[in-house]
């Protein structure tokens, strides 16, 4: 009776869970889809199919039937050789493609500058930062790696460095020509190193949407 419901239609869909959740597999017995399954993806939502490693479809928001020939669907009633355990199972992978926010992020360390006005500074910058997933397949590829369930704290830890390297050398090309403090204070400043990031990052399907920058400065002493 057990195998028997396991061949009932499935129902295939990722109602959201708890908040801050970026990707997320869908899990059944044997993780086996069944032909005739309805997927239902979301308007915030793309599912992912991956069988032997490979991402062999992507869907979006609406509902669907699964077949064999539109999705790597098996049966474990056709699997009778192999213990009722298909030999070629397909995965269902959601990403979601929602904005997440308030991600928080800072120097570890001063970073010396040199002001025009100023002379060498110290600056220590925090602030948060915004991202969303623009290309769920690079982003399945590059930073879901098999991991049935990705965090948007996962994912903030791989926006940091490049983040902090573009504001780092932005920040220093920028402050050649005025203070520091005035570079600081530009709007366009934290566009352009927005813009700079989700470059550095697009192999991984990330985009980041906006950063907020705040920081403090501290002259150097002469022998510094």
Same mark, same amino acid.
């Given at each position: 009776m057990g195998l028997i419901r396991s061949e009932l239609i499935d129902i295939?869909?990722? /109602?959201?869970?708890?908040?801050?959740?970026?990707?997320?597999?869908?899990?059944?017995?044997?993780?086996? +889809? /069944?032909?005739?399954? /309805? +997927?239902?993806?979301?308007?915030?939502?793309?599912?992912?199919?991956?069988?032997?490693?490979?991402?062999?479809?992507?869907?979006?928001? %609406?509902?669907?039937?699964?077949?064999? %020939?539109?999705?790597?669907?098996?049966?474990? +009633?056709?699997?009778?050789?192999?213990?009722?355990?298909?030999?070629e199972k397909a995965e269902v992978y959601f990403v979601s493609t929602r904005r997440f926010s308030d991600l928080k992020w800072g120097t570890r360390r001063p970073v010396q500058l040199r002001d025009p006005e100023n002379g060498p500074v110290l600056l220590a910058a925090h602030g948060s930062f915004s991202f969303r997933v623009a290309d769920p397949t690079a982003f399945l590829n590059q930073l879901v790696a098999g991991q049935p369930l990705v965090e948007a704290g996962q994912v903030a830890e791989a926006v940091r460095g490049p983040l902090l390297r573009r504001l780092t050398s932005t920040i220093a090309v920028w402050s050649g020509r005025r203070a520091v403090l005035d570079v600081l204070n530009d709007a366009a400043l934290a566009d352009e190193v927005a813009a700079a990031v989700s470059r550095d990052l697009a192999e991984t399907g990330l985009e980041i949407c906006d950063i907020d920058i705040g920081g403090l400065t501290t002259p150097l002493p002469p022998w510094g």
């Open positions: 295939v869909e990722w /109602k959201g869970g708890r908040p801050g959740v970026v990707a997320w597999r869908y899990d059944r017995p044997f993780d086996e +889809l /069944k032909n005739g399954s /309805k +997927l239902i993806v979301r308007e915030w939502q793309v599912a992912l199919f991956v069988r032997g490693g490979q991402i062999v479809r992507e869907c979006h928001a %609406g509902t669907q039937t699964l077949r064999t %020939g539109n999705a790597p669907v098996t049966s474990r +009633l056709r699997g009778f050789r192999y213990g009722f355990r298909s030999p």
